[in-house]
């Protein structure tokens, strides 16, 4: 009773002691730490997934010209991109280094009109550290390079869940996949 009773008195003095906050572990899952990389894209300019925290939400989707539904997401990504970009979005597309050649991506981003950086993930490394088993495989990463959506297709509410990303500080609940 004294303690409260001396709380009350010195509003302000009491204090307690904060849970120290325990960063996200780095990995591949929602709510992880995505990996950082660093990878060329067809001109030969590097991307670090490392520089972009803190000033990008990052969409990293691993694809290739023979996937037929990775084929079917790229206008919506371009969209995106387009309606975004100037406010820190930041698409990546990371052509996978199976049953295709860098010349063929080439003739397929300008062909489609690939409007945002396609890396070239040589050998397979990437796709091997972020446990890729199926394409496309889409990650959108929040500002603080927190794994916020992960899955086989674009989330169903994609739009808003960029939007809501792109607000400061990226905290958001996780999505749902699109059917």
């Given at each position: 009773?004294a303690v409260?009773?001396?709380a009350?008195?010195?509003?302000?003095?009491?204090?307690g002691?904060?849970?120290p906050s325990?960063?996200p572990?780095?990995?591949?899952?929602?709510?992880?730490?995505?990996?950082d990389?660093?990878?060329?894209d067809?001109?030969?300019?590097?991307?670090s997934l490392k520089?972009?925290?803190?000033?990008r939400?990052?969409?990293?989707?691993?694809?290739a010209?023979?996937?037929?539904?990775?084929?079917e997401e790229?206008?919506?990504?371009?969209?995106t991109?387009?309606?975004?970009?100037?406010?820190?979005?930041q698409v990546l597309?990371?052509a996978?280094?199976?049953?295709?050649?860098?010349d063929?991506v080439?003739?397929?981003?300008?062909?489609m009109?690939?409007?945002y950086?396609?890396l070239w993930?040589?050998?397979g490394?990437l796709?091997?550290?972020y446990?890729v088993s199926y394409i496309?495989?889409?990650?959108?990463?929040?500002?603080?390079?927190?794994i916020?959506?992960?899955?086989?297709s674009?989330?169903?509410d994609?739009d808003?869940l960029?939007?809501?990303?792109l607000?400061?500080?990226g905290?958001?609940a996780?999505s749902t996949?699109?059917r």
């Open positions: 009773m409260i009773g001396l009350l008195l010195f509003p302000g003095r009491a204090s002691q904060k849970i325990i960063p572990s780095p990995g591949t899952r929602v709510g992880n730490l995505a990996q990389f660093t990878l060329k067809l001109d030969n300019r590097s991307y520089e972009m925290r803190g000033r939400v990052v969409h990293v989707v691993f694809w010209t023979w996937c037929v539904p990775c084929l790229i206008p919506t990504l371009r969209a991109y387009d309606k975004y970009r100037e406010r820190g979005l597309g990371i996978v280094d199976m049953n295709q050649t860098l063929g080439r003739t397929a981003v300008r062909d009109k690939i409007n950086p396609i993930d040589d050998g490394s796709l091997d550290r446990r496309p495989q889409n990650f959108l990463i929040d500002k603080d390079g927190v916020r959506y992960t899955g086989t674009l989330p169903a994609y808003t960029v939007e809501s990303l607000k400061a500080d905290h958001v996780s996949r699109r």
